[in-house]
């Protein structure tokens, strides 16, 4: 989901997100207006729907103003209710929670794994009651969940899967696509993300079945999307429903940077890299831990992130770094224990890792334009925190 407000000074030498751009963006948001169709659902929408339904090979993809708002629609479609329940780690962003508590549910957090900073699979079926209708894996960082696991508790206990991939654009896992695994997935094209339109998402269907509900909700609860295939003569209201259609100029925008897509993960998988190489003597030392891929996981590059002892160390590593005009933030407040995560949900279990994983956490600077210059920089003045 969106990374929230970063404190962002405009002083620092080397930011911590520049929001992607190619230079294709403005003729193609040109285009859009010269079109005369901005309001959404035009060409620009039909061929970046068409690139994730290929690329992903999920039955539909409908954009949608936001992660969000495609998390609301997955509740939607599940069917989500007052007194169900739905499992998900507390370490991720409020709209994974705020989609299933705005339909009258609560939120089951489980622990994560200290490794990828993923639900533990292995915690999720203890957690399971007759109320549970869903499973909400979040891949952090754009690396994923262990599916099999989570796709087979799933199919024992008859619940639906709806994969928080809004760091997964362009990640697999066994060879699949994130968010394309489970009944639902939903991606994010917030500025953060590796592909930007703003502000913006996607949900990914797997059934062709939940295609024309999801349409009808997604258009205020109407038949719009047949009326303008030209396979009803007028649209009605067919169920209640709200308006998640994207503005056609923003979703041009996007469209600039799919057609660059491999390129912008080539370059993030580089910088990525060349932290990881750079920063791995310190984890010999034991003085940093460095991210885990799991076999079987291609990430993205969404984030590089390293691990220090403690939360005070965290802090002291920050302000160093911003001395330097370096620009390196923390990540989530575990949802469980902040007030509406007290009071809308419970953790299941002990809350092991999630807390003190989430304490050591630091994001560096990670962006689409990150220079390798930039890149050995940052890993210099880590380096010379440590007196490396």
């Known amino acids: 989901m969106s990374e929230g407000n970063l404190p962002f000074t405009g002083k620092e030498k080397i930011r911590f997100n520049v929001p992607p751009f190619t230079g294709k963006e403005y003729e193609y948001v040109r285009q859009a207006v010269e079109n005369r169709k901005i309001c959404g659902d035009g060409e620009f929408t039909r061929r970046v729907s068409r690139w994730f339904e290929e690329k992903t090979g999920t039955a539909k993809c409908l954009m949608t103003t936001s992660c969000t708002h495609a998390t609301e629609l997955a509740a939607l479609l599940c069917k989500i209710g007052p007194g169900d329940e739905v499992i998900m780690p507390s370490y991720t962003f409020v709209s994974t929670a705020n989609a299933f508590v705005l339909r009258g549910a609560v939120p089951v957090f489980v622990d994560i794994r200290p490794d990828t900073m993923n639900i533990d699979e292995t915690l999720i079926e203890a957690a399971v009651t007759e109320r549970t209708r869903a499973i909400v894996p979040v891949h952090y960082a754009g690396v994923s969940c262990e599916m099999d696991t989570i796709m087979e508790v799933a199919k024992r206990h008859g619940l639906y899967v709806i994969e928080d991939a809004a760091q997964g654009v362009m990640a697999s896992y066994k060879g699949k696509a994130l968010g394309a695994i489970g009944d639902f ?100 030392q034991k003085k940093i831990e460095l991210p885990t891929v799991p076999e079987g996981c291609v990430h993205n590059a969404h984030m590089f992130y390293i ?71 940052v890993a210099d003045q880590v380096k010379k925190f440590y007196g490396a």
């Open 307 to 377: 691990k220090v002892a403690d939360e005070k160390e965290n802090a002291a590593l920050r302000e160093f770094l911003k001395s330097r005009d370096v620009l390196a933030v923390t990540h989530y407040v575990p949802l469980h224990s902040a007030p509406a995560g007290i009071k809308y949900g419970r953790f299941s279990g002990e809350d092991k890792f999630t807390t003190k994983e989430s304490e050591r956490l630091l994001r560096l600077p990670m962006y689409y334009g990150l220079t390798a210059q930039d890149a050995a920089f």
């Open 185 to 284: 997935g939903c991606f994010s094209f917030h500025e953060t993300k590796n592909y930007s339109m703003g502000e913006g998402g996607a949900l990914l269907i797997r059934d062709p079945k939940d295609v024309e509900m999801a349409e009808i909700y997604r258009e205020k609860g109407t038949d719009r999307s047949k009326y303008y295939r030209g396979q009803v003569d007028k649209y009605r209201w067919q169920e209640f429903g709200s308006s998640y259609l994207p503005s056609e100029l923003n979703v041009a925008y996007l469209w600039a940077q799919l057609e660059m897509a491999e390129e912008i993960n080539r370059q993030r998988l580089a910088r990525w890299q060349e932290y990881y190489e750079m920063l791995t003597p310190l984890a010999r």
